[in-house]
């Protein structure tokens, strides 16, 4: 059938076009007797994972069950039957991250005292005498739930402890008056544009559920139920920006700033805050391409913000909240650490302050590396000698990285501007004058503030001014399982952060990091993440009520002065 749309818009044909297609593929399968001998029932619930394709699973002597008034329609509509594709004729033409796990398909639960942000998906089960007397336009109940939890630290046993909200306000003898407490969202929400050119990313999903109009709700109620003082988007669509997300975000009470990405790309970062928690100082964007520079064709962004915070606490310095998505290919760490270079000499030129030290400093985003790479280790612990990294291990994305390239000496050129501590060439020479005027002034080496610039470096060293924690662990306390922010049918693996600049006297802080920040963040608590087993018993993600392909991250932090 060929169906024409000549007043509708280019998206809404392409609707059309898909469900007719998708009623065609129905009819024939139906037609030619295969669907009956693959069909399974289960309830519904678009987000159980694909029954296996065996031979085992396909009767011949199995039949339909019996409905009142049954129509092939309604079932259609209603995604209740599953159709197994003729190509996958056994269980080992799966991808292998999404066959079912048998021995482990039991629900996920969390015995939390707090289910601040759960989430409940149906799980699939076999066909009983129940659902063949299923009656139709009914709702079957939810069997399966993941939920996650609230971890929060307490400060008196310095651990993460699951704890009652109520029980962590008490832990300290602060007024509400000399406190700033607020929380963080990292949030990559997946670029519509994107998905549709990476179809082959998201085969384990129903059709229905990657559709536009049906992934915001669920994007928007997320953001609703977790109630972030701050969110940080990454693949925000620009189109949608404008028209939706925006709109929607200030109706909740957020002011937003966006950065798209450069080149005609359709998506770019989104960082916003409540008006009633922050006021906007600046906006600073940051684009990674470079017309002049080979080695910088890439079109990523970065936006770095700079809040002061609106309370009636003590609080007087302004915190600085970054965001970023670099690069994904797994093969080209000597860009990415460059981009992230540049990221942090945007960084140390908002967030340093009059007397030469920084504001409390959070830095979110998708990395596109894994934890303990040596990108992530040079964030963390502000250096990294590169001579002999083979570029293709900067990121830790590949196991066996393929080509035996290393990083050249220096990564970038002298023309970029930035210097090996990661900051702007013209910013550190200023900031030599301004130390060198002050040596007579100061007492000791010892007593002295630690110095911002190191002047000796090898040519291979590179260093920046935060040392930085991660609000995350990246694997499940006791048991060692890697914690995952990313599932599809690809990768299931941790790229996305939330980095901070550390209290004086939190156990999380690194050590000297005391000396270069005018107070600090202390870390009150995170929403926990999930591993890739919890992720594929509800069919990974995109899911029916997970609508991106990544997790939402969050914090809860405390200015400390």
Same mark, same amino acid.
């Given at each position: ?35 009956? #001998? ?44 599953? %159709?197994?594709? /003729? ?32 989430? &409940? ?7 009983? /005498? ?25 400060? *008196? ?18 007024? /509400? ?13 997946? &670029? *519509? ?30 953001? #609703? ?7 940080? =988007? ?5 189109? *949608?920006?404008?028209?939706?997300? #925006?709109?929607? %975000?200030?109706? =909740? ?22 008006? !009633?928690?922050?006021? %906007? ?158 040596? /007579? ?59 901070? !600049? ?7 802080? *690194? ?51």
């Amino acid at each position: 059938m060929h169906v024409r749309y000549p007043m509708l818009s280019r998206h809404l044909q392409r609707l059309g076009r898909d469900w007719v297609a998708h009623w065609n593929l129905t009819q024939r399968r139906l037609q030619d007797g295969h669907a009956y #001998k693959c069909m399974k029932w289960t309830e519904y619930c678009s987000w159980a994972s694909y029954p296996h394709l065996s031979t085992q699973g396909c009767l011949g002597n199995w039949r339909l069950p019996l409905f009142c008034n049954w129509q092939l329609p309604d079932l259609v509509q209603n995604r209740s039957i599953h %159709l197994c594709t /003729p190509k996958m004729k056994s269980e080992g033409d799966e991808p292998s991250l999404k066959r079912r796990r048998h021995s482990g398909d039991q629900d996920i639960s969390c015995s939390s005292p707090i289910e601040k942000f759960s989430t &409940s998906f149906p799980s699939e089960i076999s066909p009983s /005498p129940t659902q063949t007397q299923h009656e139709e336009g009914s709702t079957p109940e939810p069997r399966g739930v993941i939920k996650r939890h609230w971890e929060y630290f307490c400060q *008196q046993s310095k651990k993460m402890k699951i704890l009652d909200e109520d029980k962590q306000v008490s832990q300290d003898n602060k007024g /509400p008056q000399e406190k700033f407490d607020f929380t963080v969202m990292s949030y990559n929400i997946l &670029s *519509q544009d994107l998905l549709e050119d990476n179809s082959h990313l998201y085969k384990h999903c129903r059709r229905h559920i990657l559709a536009w109009n049906y992934r915001f709700p669920n994007i928007l109620s997320d953001i #609703k139920q977790l109630d972030a003082d701050v969110l940080c =988007l990454q693949e925000v669509q620009e189109d *949608q920006f404008g028209t939706e997300i #925006k709109p929607s %975000l200030e109706a =909740l009470g957020y002011h937003c700033e966006y950065k798209m990405r450069t080149g005609r790309k359709p998506d770019g970062c989104a960082t916003c805050f409540k008006t !009633s928690k922050f006021h %906007l100082l600046s906006s600073n964007p940051v684009e990674f391409f470079r017309h002049n520079i080979p080695l910088l064709d890439r079109d990523n962004v970065g936006l770095v913000l700079l809040l002061k915070p609106l309370s009636s606490c003590k609080a007087t310095t302004a915190i600085c909240v970054a965001n970023t998505h670099l690069l994904y290919n797994p093969r080209r760490g000597d860009i990415k650490l460059t981009q992230l270079a540049m990221l942090l000499a945007e960084i140390t030129n908002v967030a340093i302050q009059d007397n030469g030290r920084f504001c409390p400093l959070i830095l979110c985003g998708d990395f596109n590396s894994v934890p303990h790479s040596p990108l992530y280790n040079f964030l963390r612990e502000g250096k990294l000698n590169y001579e002999g990294l083979p570029i293709g291990k900067v990121s830790g994305q590949e196991e066996s990285p393929r080509g035996k390239r290393i990083l050249s000496i220096p990564i970038w050129p002298p023309s970029l501007g930035i210097s090996q501590d990661c900051m702007y060439e013209e910013q550190k020479r200023q900031l030599e004058e301004e130390r060198e005027r002050e040596k /007579p002034q100061a007492a000791s080496l010892e007593n002295s503030e630690e110095s911002l610039i190191i002047t000796k470096r090898l040519p291979t060293d590179l260093h920046h001014s935060f040392q930085l924690s991660s609000v995350y662990s990246h694997y499940l306390p006791g048991s060692g399982v890697p914690e995952v922010t990313t599932c599809h049918s690809r990768s299931s693996v941790t790229v996305d952060y939330i980095f901070y !600049s550390a209290a004086k006297f939190s156990p999380a802080k *690194q050590p000297g990091a005391e000396h270069i920040f005018d107070g600090g963040l202390n870390l009150l608590g995170r929403l926990s993440l999930l591993t890739e087993r919890d992720l594929w018993t509800v069919n990974g993600l995109p899911n029916e009520t997970n609508s991106s392909d990544h997790l939402p991250l969050l914090a809860k932090f405390r200015l400390e002065e």
